[in-house]
């Protein structure tokens, strides 16, 4: 998620929140980067995931994609970096519960591909006004970051955990 223009930029499904998610949902949020921006804030919560899935990137594209991560870590501001930072966790949160809250009446999906289609649908035409954010249709933006510098903003590598169901060969 991109905190200063409040877009959802990056999303996987995955039936497990894994680093290989976490990978691809940055591959998405990173597509129109050349370069990680100056400034630049990777904020998430304590998932050791994140880390991994950043050095991999660094490995892979080198000091153009080397970006540290900073880890906000339980629901009080008893640190520096919670104070500063947990307002973008928050953020993802509700964010996070307001997709679920979209999703938890169908009961899960049949299939990975159905719950792709319904995360799509949703970051591209999704009712996210609690959250401060319109639809990519009309969308305008609200306010800027904090310091004014790019924030990316991820929950399970904004991998939500969608509910899969499996049904027995031949069922409809």
Known sequence: MDAAKRSIIGYRISQERDVGACILAMRMAFTHFKKIPENFHFIADGYSAYILAAQQFFREFGDDFKFNITQVIGLTNDDEVSKEFR???QMIERLNRTYKAS???TNGFHNIDGANYD???WVAF???SDTGQASALGAHTHGRAAH???QCVPQAGIQFQIQVKHRAQGSP
Do not use: E, T
Request: a positive charge; charged letters at 25%; glycine letters at 14%.
């Open 87 to 89: 307002p973008y966790k």
């Open 103 to 105: 999703y938890r009446p």
């Open 119 to 121: 995360l799509a649908l």
């Open 126 to 128: 999704g009712d996210r």
């Open 148 to 150: 004014g510098a790019p």
